[in-house]
């Protein structure tokens, strides 16, 4: 299993840009990497998923180096709703999944 | 519908207290995954069905039992828990591969006296 690793927390002001970088250096061939959002007593929900290279979506974006040790997640102009904690996950096929510890985001007014 | 359903949202057993928790998702996924969440900690991988058969069981206590009764349900049985079992026990859904984006319920908060 690749072992991934966060900053605990981070905070930002609205209208920032975030970016919350995983290190996973032990990423496997068939990892994938997937990035969950979670408010208090909720389940986490997707945010965005890539192998390598960027990914964009409506909401965020995810850039992967060319050597998949790590990943940034990029959320633009931030609000005050997007305080939550951030997980990033690397999984394969196969349902060998690592979650890390989370980074919490604050975001201020 | 790309909601996934738990009940009970909130439960309280004793030690000796046989309980389950259900889980129900309607988008045709064939992926069904339990996991434990502490508080301040990430979501802990217990179990997975893929295609109704248990396909990862990650050294679970056996008074933890799980069901896939089909496609669309799947069940979390307890029997003679201890305290340290009090958790948020998450269900989750993907289409049926383990890199899939995964939907996850509301959660169970469930408390051990």
């Known amino acids: 299993l690749a072992k991934t690793t966060q900053p605990i927390s981070m905070d930002s002001y609205e209208g920032q840009e975030v970016n919350i970088t995983c290190s996973h250096n032990n990423i496997a061939t068939n990892d994938y990497i997937t990035w969950y959002q979670q408010f208090p007593s909720q389940g986490p929900r997707f945010i965005i998923q890539g192998y390598k290279t960027k990914v964009t979506n409506e909401v965020a974006s995810l850039f992967i180096p060319a050597d998949r040790k790590s990943s940034t997640l990029s959320l633009p102009r931030v609000s005050l709703s997007d305080t939550a904690v951030y997980y990033c996950l690397v999984g394969d096929l196969h349902y060998k999944l690592s979650f890390g510890a989370g980074t919490t985001v604050t975001v201020r007014a | 519908d790309t909601e996934v359903t738990q009940t009970p949202k909130h439960l309280v057993m004793g030690m000796t207290n046989k309980k389950s928790l259900k889980c129900e998702q309607h988008m045709g996924h064939r992926a069904m995954y339990w996991y434990k969440q502490k508080a301040k900690k990430p979501p802990e991988l217990m179990f997975v069905y893929s295609y109704e058969k248990l396909s990862i069981n990650e050294s679970v206590p056996s008074r933890f039992s799980p069901e896939c009764p089909n496609s669309s349900l799947l069940n979390l049985h307890l029997h003679a828990l201890q305290p340290e079992d009090s958790a948020l026990y998450l269900c989750?859904?993907?289409?049926?591969?383990?890199?899939?984006?995964?939907?996850f319920g509301p959660g169970t908060r469930l408390t051990v006296t």
């Open positions: 989750a859904s993907s289409p049926g591969q383990g890199f899939d984006e995964q939907y």
